[in-house]
């Protein structure tokens, strides 16, 4: 059997408010200036809120520093990933600039570690497009320090965007692999508990209540036909990456045989007047080289049946009392 | 327990679709106001309890070290709590029990979200396509409820437009809605059958603080002090075979251990008001018997009897709750906050009067995370 290889990027844009102090410290940026903040007799670099030492909020009292300064440590990044500010070798920094009494941490562009030196004086370059974000600007050595003529952008910088993402990578747990085998081949597989008798699907690998573990011997077959126990009509909110756009009935069904509702099944053919709790329907499968497991992981807050179902069908048996469906869903 | 636990300072921030203010500035903000209520500054606190809902939700990985700086906590014990929904109402807790443990003399509690950071939707969807929504995982619960209790379909309408009348009277709350009536709920868009639009919480940025302290302490504090009488927390999975996601086993069990530990045999007449964590308005009547504060399928009747409305005899989310206020991360705590605020006698226009015994209560993921506690005005009250 597969192992069900698992591989999921999580990206979303973020934003940030930088509030009172960062924000004229990016709009700085921007325009071609670094600011600190004073702290009582100290100026410091990165500007905060407050004062670190006593918390006391600080009044945006700005002080331009550098634009050169002195390296008080660093580190060489040899091997850059795509998420580092410059894309070559370089060295990250603790840089004390003319100005300031604490230290940023910052990128030096230099030859290698060779050119590196603790105490070295550096000097800030900014780069043509600036945003308004820490990385419009990076550092070089002194000698390497080239003039510049900044045109400062306009506005106040409010708010800034940060593409933030996660890939990762794993595979089902074996009986989740079992599972969506059990879904490509157009089965639904579920555990019954040898301790309650009770049959879960998907199963959790494990009887939750007693924490008995499950192996394939408590494997069951469970009916495609069921029972509609609740459901809601989604009007489908927009987000990045939702492709839904037009409402859809998600039916909360109690498979035959088993003790636990598949939540969230799309209804998308049963019109919402003929559609109701009690309703008899069969699961019809997609045809063989059509069904799509990627959907199913190992997450057992959200059970899904992958994309293997093409749609629930009413058998047209007669509808389940009210006082024969389950209150446990 | 070796000490008994007091709040003697309450702080919040305004609450708001997107607060112009940094992560930084909105902890501090409601810790500040905390502070001042308490006449305490940093220097007087011996450890920070932070609680946020998941991460993901501003993709700020482990925040509770980036905000050491900003809550003073360096050279202090700093501890994250991280029980989604609920974790408002469980970092109180657990800032209680750094009291009552005798451990420290005196805690600050933070609780926040920054909603307009990233996307709850997005969030809670785990970045795929379909993601209902919570209102969507919601629903077909609500719609079980209706059947299985009989209650008409008015009663969401009714729980909005209490909530909202109530923020009215609160400068905090996110939602002023001035228009709010029955037609305005029936006629919003429906969202999540039966659920409408404004049967909804709102996504709000926004951070509430408490400080809390012993005997000791709260001798010496300033203002009135709200005693925690008893705190309870209790999880079930949200997904198992027998399950009955209505009304939560672990619902039903964390009320009882609270009672019990506070001394209380009959919670409808012995506490005076409650903050219920009612994200969607049938929440309301739903928590009401999972808590067993109104007998099975009876908890809609004390909405529609008016019986948890300011004035009413179990008056609930007095500060507009989670309908007019979502903060996610901070909202449970909120509901402790307020709590405090009605037994201190602080809660301005929308005080209960005379209201000595307090109850809050937060839950999280899909029914499955629970966190009560009952606050007093006197630290021994006696029940009849």
């Given at each position: 059997m597969s192992e069900f290889p698992v591989s999921f990027t999580l990206e979303y844009p973020y934003t940030r408010t930088p509030g009172p102090v960062i924000g004229p410290f990016l709009t700085g940026l921007r325009d071609g200036r670094i600011l600190g903040i004073r702290c009582g007799s100290r100026v410091l670099?990165?500007?905060?809120?407050?004062?670190?030492?006593?918390g006391e909020t600080l009044s945006p009292d700005f002080v331009e520093v550098g634009p050169s300064g002195r390296v008080e440590n660093w580190t060489w990044i040899a091997e850059p990933t795509r998420?580092?500010?410059?894309?070559e070798p370089f060295a990250f920094a603790l840089v004390k600039l003319d100005g300031a009494d604490t230290a940023i941490t910052h990128a030096v562009k230099a030859?290698?570690?060779?050119?590196m030196s603790t105490g070295m004086r550096v000097t800030a370059q900014f780069r043509?497009?600036?945003?308004?974000?820490?990385?419009?600007v990076y550092f070089v050595p002194e000698g390497d320090a080239r003039e510049q003529a900044i045109e400062p952008g306009e506005g106040e910088v409010e708010i800034t965007t940060h593409l933030i993402s996660l890939t990762y990578e794993g595979k089902l747990h074996p009986h989740n692999a079992r599972y969506a085998q059990g879904l490509l081949d157009g089965k639904f597989i579920g555990q019954r508990s040898p301790v309650s008798g009770k049959v879960g699907?998907?199963?959790?690998?494990?009887?939750?209540?007693?924490r008995v573990v499950l192996t394939p011997a408590d494997d069951v077959e469970i009916s495609p036909t069921g029972t509609v126990v609740s459901y809601t009509v989604i009007t489908p909110i927009q987000y990045r990456g939702q492709t839904e756009t037009e409402p859809y009935i998600s039916a909360t069904i109690f498979l035959d045989g088993s003790d636990q509702a598949l939540p969230q099944q799309d209804i998308r053919d049963i019109p919402l007047d003929e559609f109701r709790v009690g309703m008899r329907v069969r699961a019809i499968f997609r045809p063989p080289a059509e069904?799509?497991?990627?959907?199913?992981?190992?997450?057992?807050m959200y059970p899904t049946v992958g994309d293997v179902v093409e749609r629930w069908a009413p058998t047209g048996e007669p509808d389940v009392p009210m006082d024969q469906i389950p209150e446990t869903m | 327990m070796a000490e008994r636990c007091a709040v003697i300072g309450l702080g919040q921030t305004k609450y708001?679709?997107?607060?112009?203010?940094s992560m930084d500035g909105l902890v501090r903000q409601a810790a500040l106001r905390a502070l001042e209520d308490a006449e305490l500054?940093?220097?007087?606190?011996d450890a920070i309890v932070l609680g946020k809902a998941p991460?993901?939700?501003?993709?700020?990985?482990?925040p509770e070290l980036s905000l050491c700086d900003a809550l003073c906590a360096v050279g202090k014990p700093m501890h994250r709590v991280h029980t989604a929904g609920s974790v408002g109402g469980s970092t109180a807790i657990t800032a209680a029990t750094l009291i009552e443990s005798g451990m420290y003399n005196t805690v600050l509690t933070v609780s926040y979200e920054k909603q307009s950071d990233g996307n709850f939707m997005w969030a809670l969807s785990g970045?795929?396509?379909?993601?209902?929504?919570a209102g969507g995982s919601f629903a077909p619960w609500i719609r079980n409820y209706m059947k299985r209790s009989g209650?008409?379909?008015?009663i969401g309408w009714q729980v909005a437009v209490k909530d909202r009348l109530n923020a009215l009277?609160?400068?905090?709350?996110?939602?002023?809605?001035?228009?709010?009536s029955i037609e305005a709920v029936k006629e919003?868009?429906?969202?999540w059958d039966p659920l409408h639009f404004l049967e909804s919480c709102p996504s709000s940025d926004g951070a509430a603080a408490m400080v809390m302290t012993n005997a000791a302490g709260a001798k010496r504090s300033p203002r009135p002090s709200a005693w925690v009488l008893a705190h309870a927390k209790r999880t079930e999975a949200?997904?198992?075979?027998?399950?009955?996601?209505?009304?939560p086993v672990a619902a039903m069990d964390c009320a009882k251990a609270l009672y019990k530990k506070a001394g209380i045999t009959d919670p409808r007449r012995q506490i005076d008001c409650a903050e219920l964590y009612v994200?969607?308005?049938?929440?309301e009547p739903m928590w009401l018997e999972a808590h067993l504060i109104a007998e099975p399928g009876e908890g809609w009747k004390m909405v529609d009897s008016g019986a948890?409305?300011?004035?009413?005899d179990f008056p609930v989310d007095?500060?507009?709750g989670v309908l007019s206020s979502n903060p996610i991360g901070a909202s449970g705590m909120i509901r402790c906050l307020e709590a405090a605020n009605q037994v201190r006698g602080t809660?301005?226009?929308?005080q209960v009067e005379g209201a000595r015994v307090a109850l809050a209560q937060a839950y999280g993921g899909p029914s499955s995370y629970f966190a009560m506690w009952i606050v007093s005005s006197e630290p021994n009250p006696t029940f009849k």
């Open positions: 670099c990165p500007p905060m809120e407050f004062d670190p030492d006593t998420k580092h500010p410059l894309q030859a290698g570690p060779e050119a043509e497009e600036r945003v308004g974000a820490v990385s419009d699907i998907p199963s959790r690998g494990y009887d939750p209540i007693a069904r799509n497991v990627d959907a199913v992981d190992n997450d057992w | 708001d679709r997107c607060l112009p203010i500054t940093f220097a007087d606190i991460d993901q939700l501003e993709g700020v990985i482990m970045g795929r396509s379909g993601g209902q929504g209650a008409p379909e008015h009277k609160n400068p905090y709350a996110h939602l002023h809605l001035k228009d709010i919003s868009p429906m969202l949200g997904v198992f075979p027998g399950r009955d996601p209505v009304i994200p969607f308005t049938w929440f948890t409305e300011i004035g009413g007095m500060s507009g809660a301005g226009d929308y």
